[in-house]
C-alpha cells in the first residue's frame, strides 16, 4: 500500500453503528484498500435537507494503492451494498462515504474534490478527523490546525462509542 486517505462515514438510518462496521468491513475486503484507523463514534446533528435523526459519524485512515477515483468508485459500491438511495440532497441514509483527503494531494474533478471541499464547516467531519490524525497536512503544506475552521465547525457532535473494528 503506497498512498494514504481519509474517509468521512456517516449513517442515519436503521441500525447506525451496525452500518458504519460493516461498512469498514466493506471497505477492507476491497482490493487494495486496507483500514488502518477508526476515530471513536461521534453523534452529530444533520446539516442540511429535511428534518432527519441524528447522524453517526467516523474517520477513518486507510492506506491504499490504488487512484483515488478508484478510490471513490469503491466508496459508492460500498454504499451501493448497503442500500444507499440517492433521492434527496442532504437527506436521511443508510451510509455516506466521502474521501476527505488522499495522500495530502489537492484533486479537482468533476467526480472527486479533495480536500472534501465544505470539511472545514462540518463538526461531524473536524471531530472524528482530529481524533484520527491530531494534525493532518493538508495538499498546500498548511496543517489543518492551522487553518481557520469554519462557523459551527466544533458545536453539535458528542462522543457515541468507542473506535470501530478496522481488521
Do not use: Y
Not at 451494498?81 to 466521502?98: K, N, Q, S, Y
Request: with cysteine; proline share 11%.
Amino acid at each position: 500500500m503506497t498512498d494514504s486517505a481519509f474517509l468521512g462515514l456517516g449513517s442515519n438510518v436503521g441500525d447506525r453503528l451496525a452500518t458504519l462496521q460493516r461498512a469498514v468491513d466493506l471497505l477492507g475486503e476491497e482490493p487494495s484498500i486496507m483500514p488502518t484507523r477508526c476515530s471513536r463514534v461521534w453523534e452529530t446533528r444533520p446539516v442540511g435537507g429535511p428534518p432527519q435523526p441524528d447522524f453517526l459519524n467516523v474517520v477513518i485512515r486507510v492506506a491504499v494503492d490504488l487512484s483515488a477515483l478508484d478510490l471513490l468508485a469503491a466508496c459508492h459500491r460500498v454504499e451501493a451494498a448497503l442500500g444507499r438511495v440517492r433521492e434527496v440532497r442532504w437527506g436521511p441514509r443508510t451510509i455516506d462515504i466521502d474521501v476527505l483527503l488522499f495522500d495530502a494531494v489537492a484533486i479537482d474533478t468533476p467526480d472527486l474534490i479533495v480536500p472534501h471541499p465544505r470539511m472545514r464547516e462540518r463538526a461531524f467531519v473536524m471531530m472524528p478527523l482530529l481524533d484520527v490524525e491530531p494534525d493532518p497536512r493538508m495538499p498546500d503544506g498548511s496543517h489543518l490546525v492551522d487553518v481557520r475552521s469554519g462557523p459551527g465547525s466544533v458545536g453539535g457532535v458528542w462522543p457515541f462509542a468507542p473506535p470501530l473494528r478496522t481488521h
